[in-house]
Structure formats: C-alpha cells, structure tokens
C-alpha cells in the first residue's frame, strides 16, 4: 500500500504532506499510523520548526468514515488507543507548528489544523465541522480546542450549526491566523518558519508550553510556571549573549 503522508525536510522546516488526492485527503487509520510516525521521526524532531499541509488544493474533507463504518464500541475505543491521538501528538510537538491550508479543511482535517500553532488559510478555503449532522461529534480533540480558541458560543455555532465558513470569516474569528491569496500559503508557512527559526530554539518551545498550559491553569499558577521558565531561560547561553549584547549597545 503507498505511503499516504510525506516527509519533506527542508531548512528551517519539516513539511509533513497528506498524499491521498483520490480521496481528498480524507484522514484514513493509515493516515493517522503514518501521521504518528511522522511526528515521532527524526526528521520532524531535529526541525525548527513543522509544517502540515495538504497540498495545492485540498488541506483535508475530514475522517474516511467508510472505514470505522459498521464498527462497534471496542472497535472503535482501539482505533483511538492506537493512533486516534495523532492530533494531541502534533499539539504536543515541542517546536512551532503550521498548518498551510488551500480548499477543503473539514472536519478531522480541522481538527488536525487546529492543533497546530499557526493556520494559513488560502482566499479559496473552506471551513466546517459537519459531524452532528451525521449522529457524531468532532471526537480528535476538536470541540475541545474549538472552544478554547473560539468560546463555547461560536464553538457551538461552528459545529452545531455546521455553516460553511470562508477564509476572511475563519479569520474573523480566530480560526485561522493569516488568510493569504491561493498558492501563497505553503510559501508563506515557510516564510514565518524561516522567520520563528532564527529566534533561539529553547526561548521557543518553553514560551509554547507555557502558553499552551495557561488556559489549564488558575491565574496565580501560570504567573508561577512563567517566572520559573523565565528563571530557566536566563541561564541559557543563548540569554546571557542576547542580553550581554542589548546592554552594551
């Protein structure tokens, strides 16, 4: 069977490409394996940063429900256990993460876009979670990341009323990050990675997490995890340099 998602390492970036046109990218159990071992390569850990995209025109149309079609709760309950976290794995990566978005970006191909840090969206996108109408929900981390970006009232709007959303109005409301015209959003994803790639590597990834843990904690305790990462970052060689060189200048 051919490999369904694609490695392409380039200098201040690993692109991770979805490589299943036929079916317009639809997130297969295959794609979810090769998704996890993409992540956990060394190609995507050594990078500064990573890019997810689906190619020219198309991100994703969502989970290929013609295979978990039929499945009972243990069946379904092992897919999840297996690979069904490739979402929260790319959520997890250490260094920045984009997501270069052209056409559809549908339901699971959201919810994968939406784990990543960044989204560019090209002008000709379009944006929807059509699950419910289908007796389902966004079950990969979707309704969750869906409301910590949106709120819980446009997240029930985005997904209860599964309206057809593009591009200026994802961006509207903060469901993509940047809407550039179409072709330009692998080139711009590399433009900002290029950008993120020159900034010391370690200041990086700790801001990541630290932002990312924020809306987990009480106001006192991110105070708290900040000044430690501060305390961490300033004892870094990369710190003593920068700051070194601000102070004599």
């Not at 979402?87 to 997501?99: F, G, H």
């Not at 869906?146 to 109005?169: S, T």
Request: with cysteine; proline share 5%; aromatic share 4%.
């Amino acid at each position: 069977m051919p490999d369904v998602v694609a490695l392409e390492p380039h200098e201040h970036a690993c692109i991770i490409r979805l490589e299943r046109p036929a079916k317009l990218n639809a997130i297969s159990e295959q794609v979810e394996r090769e998704l996890c071992e993409a992540v956990a390569s060394s190609e995507v850990r050594d990078a500064p940063c990573v890019i997810f995209t689906g190619g020219e025109t198309v991100f994703s149309a969502g989970a290929d429900l013609s295979e978990t079609r039929g499945y009972g709760p243990d069946e379904i309950l092992a897919t999840y256990r297996a690979t069904g976290d490739f979402a929260e794995r790319v959520a997890d990566l250490a260094q920045p993460t984009l997501s270069a978005i052209a056409g559809y970006c549908i339901g699971g191909g959201l919810e994968l876009a939406l784990a990543t840090d960044f989204r560019i969206a090209e002008e000709g996108s379009d944006f929807r979670f059509p699950e419910v109408a289908l007796g389902i929900l966004p079950s990969w981390g979707g309704t969750q990341r869906a409301v910590r970006l949106l709120g819980p009232a446009r997240a029930k709007e985005l997904i209860l009323l599964r309206e057809r959303v593009d591009a200026q109005h994802a961006r509207s409301l903060g469901l993509v990050t940047e809407v550039v015209p179409n072709g330009e959003s692998l080139p711009r994803a590399l433009e900002l990675a290029e950008r993120l790639s020159g900034l010391p590597r370690l200041a990086v990834s700790v801001t990541k997490q630290v932002i990312d843990a924020l809306p987990e904690t009480s106001r006192q305790a991110g105070l708290g995890l900040e000044r430690i990462a501060y305390g961490l970052l300033a004892q870094t060689d990369n710190a003593t340099e920068r700051l070194t060189e601000r102070v004599t200048q």
